[in-house]
Nanobody
């Protein structure tokens, strides 16, 4: 069992930056692929980025070059650095772990955090 807690969301102007954190308790993060997803009102939850156990990183095309996923296994924490934010990045951001299926689909993960709101004003 893994418990995930996201933090770092907030209100930022377009072009600004935020860093989200996903802290895990329970089993060590180093053994998990961890993903970030987001969900805007009225839209489906969508893949943002993932960090694999072997150190690979993957990004949605919409955030490539602007967002960076990283992990600190000693702190059992995964980060999402978000730069050059756009109003369309506004959503609740979730981290997920425990890959059981496809890495870019929500059903592919066993464990989820409660989410953190990111709002980008124009």
């Amino acid at each position: 069992q893994v418990e995930l807690v996201e933090s770092g969301g907030g209100l930022v102007q377009a072009g600004g930056s935020l860093r989200l954190s996903c802290a895990a308790s329970g089993r060590t993060f180093s053994s998990y692929t961890v993903g970030w997803f987001r969900q805007a009102p009225g839209k489906e939850r969508e893949f943002v980025a993932a960090s694999t156990r072997s150190g690979g990183t993957y990004y949605a095309d919409s955030v490539k070059g602007r967002f960076t996923i990283s992990r600190n296994n000693a702190k059992n924490t995964v980060y999402l650095q978000m730069n050059s934010l756009k109003p369309e990045d506004s959503a609740v951001y979730y981290c997920a772990a425990g890959l059981v299926g496809g890495m870019v689909i929500p059903d592919g993960y066993n464990y989820w955090g409660q989410g953190t709101q990111v709002t980008v004003s124009s």
